[in-house]
């Protein structure tokens, strides 16, 4: 089968990529940057970006699978070109924003498949990698705020496997992690992950906001990862088996993440 895979260089899509890869399938990645990352199995690179799909629609041609993120700059004339293309199945990855690409696609005859994933594992590097590493403390302003988070990994497996088999046209899967976890119980994994304490600091609700903004946020991305963490929505804790149903295995859990990246924080 043939695939083109947005985002191959991110969190999903890079593993998404290895495992299409090991199957001998073929392959084809869009990356802003195509001298960034190599990758082995039969994968051609084109240069392109979500913001502008003209510049790379004559891509689709012969690709039975495509995997989509959706994002706030996406071009949605992407869904038109896939369907001139025919493209058999678009599998999407969304961030839980009703983005016009998403409406696009749902206006459209194209089979799709949606997914939405709760928080990643992965994002604990952007708030702790650092502090862990050269302090050994990780800061938090709320730390028993419930969350079901999800490894990357088990994400790329579902996208794996509703690319790779019918039966998933037209439906929307929700995924989570195997447990619920809280940033106390997270910084606990990693401790025992690394071999040394790491000091659990609470912070203030104006401490966090002013070290997201150093980190890149947004005013509208602190006010939600502060609410959300605050007073977090049932969805974002209630584990669902949707992972084990999907790939045949339990969700990875946040002890296993932790070890796998225990390197990352020393």
Same mark, same amino acid.
């Given at each position: 089968?043939?695939?083109?895979?947005?985002?191959?260089?991110?969190?999903?899509?890079?593993?998404?990529?290895?495992?299409?890869?090991? +199957?001998?399938?073929?392959?084809?990645?869009? $990356?802003?940057?195509?001298?960034? $990352?190599?990758?082995?199995?039969?994968?051609? +690179?084109?240069?392109?970006?979500?913001?502008?799909?003209?510049?790379? +629609?004559?891509?689709?041609?012969?690709?039975?699978?495509?995997?989509?993120?959706?994002?706030?700059?996406?071009?949605?004339?992407?869904?038109?070109?896939?369907?001139?293309?025919?493209?058999?199945?678009?599998?999407?990855?969304?961030?839980?924003?009703?983005?016009?690409?998403?409406?696009?696609?749902?206006?459209?005859?194209?089979?799709?498949? $949606?997914?939405?994933?709760?928080?990643?594992?992965?994002?604990?590097?952007?708030?702790?990698?650092?502090?862990?590493?050269?302090?050994?403390?990780?800061?938090?302003?709320?730390?028993?705020?419930?969350?079901?988070?999800?490894?990357?990994?088990?994400?790329?497996?579902?996208?794996?496997?509703?690319?790779?088999?019918?039966?998933?046209? +037209?439906?929307?899967?929700?995924?989570?992690?195997?447990?619920?976890?809280?940033?106390?119980?997270?910084?606990?994994?990693?401790?025992?992950?690394?071999?040394?304490? /790491?000091?659990?600091?609470?912070?203030?609700?104006?401490?966090?906001?002013?070290?997201?903004?150093?980190?890149?946020?947004?005013?509208?991305?602190?006010?939600?990862?502060?609410?959300?963490?605050?007073?977090?929505?049932?969805?974002?804790?209630?584990?669902?088996?949707? /992972?084990?149903?999907?790939?045949?295995?339990?969700?990875?859990?946040?002890?296993?993440?932790?070890?796998?990246?225990?390197?990352?924080?020393?």
């Amino acid at each position: 089968m043939n695939f083109l895979i947005t985002g191959a260089t991110g969190t999903v899509g890079n593993i998404l990529v290895n495992n299409l890869s090991q +199957k001998q399938e073929n392959i084809v990645v869009l $990356m802003r940057n195509p001298n960034k $990352m190599a990758f082995s199995g039969n994968v051609t +690179k084109v240069q392109g970006d979500l913001s502008n799909a003209f510049a790379w +629609k004559d891509s689709l041609k012969e690709i039975d699978g495509l995997f989509l993120l959706l994002t706030p700059d996406g071009d949605p004339a992407i869904i038109q070109y896939a369907a001139e293309a025919n493209v058999k199945h678009i599998v999407a990855l969304s961030d839980g924003t009703r983005y016009p690409t998403e409406e696009a696609l749902y206006q459209s005859k194209l089979n799709w498949t $949606m997914l939405f994933p709760v928080e990643f594992m992965k994002n604990t590097l952007i708030f702790w990698q650092e502090s862990i590493r050269t302090q050994h403390i990780a800061r938090t302003p709320f730390p028993d705020a419930k969350g079901a988070l999800i490894h990357e990994a088990d994400i790329a497996e579902v996208a794996e496997v509703v690319l790779c088999n019918a039966g998933h046209e +037209k439906k929307s899967y929700y995924l989570t992690g195997a447990e619920i976890s809280t940033p106390r119980l997270r910084i606990q994994s990693i401790a025992e992950a690394i071999h040394r304490p /790491v000091q659990m600091v609470i912070q203030t609700e104006e401490e966090a906001r002013a070290e997201y903004a150093g980190l890149g946020f947004s005013d509208a991305l602190i006010d939600y990862a502060i609410e959300s963490n605050k007073h977090p929505e049932p969805y974002m804790y209630t584990v669902l088996p949707t /992972v084990l149903e999907l790939t045949g295995h339990p969700a990875r859990s946040f002890e296993q993440w932790a070890r796998e990246h225990a390197t990352d924080f020393i």
